[in-house]
């Protein structure tokens, strides 16, 4: 029997990780994508461009060709740099398909909280901006709304998957009306709408996010069928509906928040009507879904008492609030949904 070796290289891989990760980031905050979105160019013009110093460009350039974020057509010199395909559609700020809104957050934001993890892990709070006495992530988003639009965008790039996931693998045909409740920008209404002509809905959030909404349903000409309702989900009625989604949402507050939440719902649906949570769910053993917990994490980061949980989790919550039947289902990367019926 012959056994392998202890090796170093994951154990090594996962702790340089982060040198891949500022790389691409850096490559966002600086609009490589998006200039390069425009054609190919060399390192030479691309340094011009962004003002790179000659000293760092061909490596910067060539660790993006290495780590797959960029395509590079010769060598030396006259080499010439173009973005991949999910480059070119996810990260060129100019279409509507950009998802660096997310990134950029992460870039500015996140990356430096994070080295204050073991802090969190020690103490069990938050280690943002309100951990300084500053405002926290939503008081700083919400209050500049062109901030808050380049977000919210950039989160519906990050749920596309999950929306169109969604639109196809819950059974609308047996229901008429829904309400995303605190859905963003509007991707998952766009993708129901967009599959199924029969249904009617929208979207409850804050006021604020009210013009963002209205912008990206009218780009869809779906304005004759969704909605938008200003309110807030823990002191305002929710908006009646056949169905509610809540998306990325339950993860942000505490347990007792999560079944305030639950329990809203579930009183505010008809008798049949059905509940749609999704999140990055913690697979049920806790050992597969590392996004999942890393999120997770990213919660005790971010907020007093928000965390994710696994499919069971729910499940237990929503019968506990008194959902008659609940299941999980897998959407698409490390998102699943659970489905709560009244």
């Known amino acids: 029997m012959t056994t392998q070796p202890p090796s170093l290289d994951s154990i090594m ?12 980031l850096s490559g966002i905050e600086l609009g490589l994508f998006s200039l390069l979105a425009k054609g190919p160019l060399d390192a030479e013009e691309i340094g011009h461009r962004l003002e790179l ?14 780590l797959g974020m960029l395509q590079r057509d010769g060598a030396g010199e006259r ?29 500015a934001r996140l990356f430096k909280f994070w080295n204050s993890l073991p802090e969190g892990l020690r103490s069990g709070k938050a280690q943002n ?7 926290g992530l939503f008081e700083t988003l919400y209050a500049d709304p062109a901030r808050l639009r380049q977000f919210l965008a950039g989160m519906t790039g990050l749920s596309a998957g999950a929306a169109t996931a969604i639109a196809h693998k819950f059974p609308w045909k047996d229901y008429k009306t829904f309400i995303d409740v605190g859905g963003a920008q509007g991707a998952v209404p766009v993708q129901v709408a967009l599959a199924h002509k029969h249904l009617t809905g929208g979207e409850f959030d804050l006021p604020v996010v009210g013009p963002i909404f209205n912008d990206y349903i009218r780009s869809f000409e779906l304005g004759n069928r969704l909605t938008f309702h200003p309110g807030d989900f823990f002191k305002d009625d929710l908006p009646p509906a056949d169905v509610y989604i809540m998306g990325h949402i339950l993860h942000d507050w505490d347990l007792a928040e999560k079944k305030a939440l639950l329990k809203k719902c579930y009183d505010a649906l008809p008798k049949g009507g059905a509940l749609i949570v999704y999140e990055a769910l913690i697979d049920d053993d806790r050992r597969k879904n590392a996004f999942g917990l890393l999120m997770s994490l990213n919660m005790l980061i971010e907020t007093p008492g928000g965390f994710d949980f696994t499919g069971a989790d729910c499940q237990g919550w929503m019968k506990e609030t008194g959902f008659r039947e609940t299941r999980v289902e897998h959407l698409v990367g490390p998102d699943s949904m659970v489905i709560g019926v009244k």
């Not at 891989?13 to 691409?24: A, C, N, P």
């Not at 901006?129 to 405002?135: F, K, W």
């Open 53 to 66: 110093h000659p000293r760092s460009r061909r490596d910067f350039l060539d660790a993006l060709v290495a």
């Open 79 to 107: 080499a010439r740099y173009r973005n991949t395909p999910d480059t070119d559609f996810f990260l060129d700020r100019a279409k509507p398909s950009y998802a660096g809104g997310i990134l950029e957050m992460l870039n």
């Open 129 to 135: 901006e309100a951990s300084r006495g500053e405002a």
């Open 13 to 24: 891989q996962l702790g340089f990780g982060f040198w891949g990760s500022k790389t691409l």
